[in-house]
């Protein structure tokens, strides 16, 4: 490989034109390769649609705020009213007395 400093202007600008021509792409090519992408982007965009649709974040609670509890006790009531301050309601499936038991002992 010649150093620069030793090319003439003239070399210089046909080794350029050399080079454009043996590594260069045709339009044909370019315009097969936007095609491809093109195609990745819309079966990317069709996974994520069906994937999305058939199974919406299964690992994801949702929380009920209409879901109530009907307390007798009066510690009992205490416990499930500080459960809904913190989280606005009860979580399907929460043992509040647990919960709240859990945190007094940290």
Request: a negative charge; glycine letters at 4%.
């Amino acid at each position: 490989m010649e150093e620069r400093e030793y090319i003439s202007p003239t070399g210089a600008l046909d080794r350029f034109i050399d080079d454009m021509e043996r590594n260069s792409h045709s339009n044909d090519v370019f315009n097969s390769l936007v095609a491809h992408a093109t195609q990745l982007a819309k079966d990317h965009r069709h996974t994520m649609t069906a994937v999305s649709s058939s199974n919406p974040h299964p690992n994801i609670t949702t929380l009920d705020h209409r879901r109530r509890a009907s307390i007798e006790d009066d510690a009992l009531a205490d416990q499930v009213a500080f459960v809904i301050q913190t989280f606005g309601c009860i979580p399907p499936g929460m043992d509040t007395e647990h919960w709240f038991t859990g945190r007094d002992e940290s």
